[in-house]
């Protein structure tokens, strides 16, 4: 399966734009998908099919892929973003899903 | 509204056995494919199963295969992880989600239940 690899942490401060990469071995043609944490809450979608956004969803959150190299960028960050962050894409190769594992983003 | 709820989830032996549950409401069930994905105390998420609408297709993580089984019953609106021979490691919040997908191949997951917990200690 693939190997999705995400820094620990991201800081930045309010009204900054966050980037959080997701890097991997070969998955340039899968899709990526952006999921968001906060502590004792369940997951939630934030970017999928590598660029779109669910409603509900601020524009500020993005997604871009370019060969084995994903960023979600979340413009003009707020305090109400910190979280964990974590990529996904499915291994078409294998049938399974892999997630990357997570970046914690502090707003300072 | 769409709504997935867990249940099952608690204290097992190693070796032991338990059945986790997952209730759906709010949109037609029958129709989407369904995954289980865990959590470990403190960890990242780990994807453990897929199953499709009709059941026809299921696949398992490489950790739980052997293991662990998936099922649902459509007419219930439910999902259903049954784990076997379970393992300390195998400790986690336990979450369902709904799978999205626009070929219908691979996709998403949203939403997701708030998770069961399994914990497995002697």
């Known amino acids: 399966s693939y190997v999705l690899t995400q820094p620990p942490s991201v800081s930045v401060a309010p009204g900054q734009t966050a980037r959080i990469p997701c890097g991997g071995n070969?998955?340039?043609?899968?899709?990526v998908h952006w999921y968001q944490q906060k502590p004792g809450q369940a997951p939630v979608v934030v970017v999928y099919?590598?660029?779109d956004r669910p409603s509900g969803i601020p524009e500020r959150f993005s997604g871009s892929h370019s060969g084995n190299a994903a960023t979600l960028t979340i413009s003009r960050v707020e305090a109400g973003d910190e979280a964990d962050y974590y990529c996904q894409v499915w291994d078409s190769r294998s049938d399974h899903w892999v997630f990357g594992g997570g970046t914690k983003l502090t707003v300072l | 509204e769409v709504q997935l709820v867990e249940s099952g989830g608690g204290l097992v032996k190693p070796g032991g056995s338990l059945r986790l549950s997952c209730g759906a409401s709010g949109f037609t069930f029958s129709t989407y494919s369904m995954v289980w994905v865990r959590q470990a105390p403190g960890k990242g998420l780990e994807w453990v199963s897929f199953?499709?609408?009709?059941?026809?297709?299921?696949y398992y993580a490489d950790s739980v295969k052997g293991r662990f089984s998936i099922s649902r019953d459509n007419a219930e609106d439910s999902l259903y992880l049954q784990m076997n021979s379970l393992r300390v490691e195998d400790t986690a919040v336990y979450y369902c989600a709904r799978v999205r997908s626009i070929t219908g191949i691979g996709g998403w997951f949203d939403p997701w239940g708030q998770g069961t917990l399994v914990t497995v200690s002697s």
């Open positions: 099919d590598d660029n």
């Open positions: 070969n998955f340039g043609s899968e899709t």
């Open positions: 199953l499709s609408s009709s059941s026809r297709y299921k």
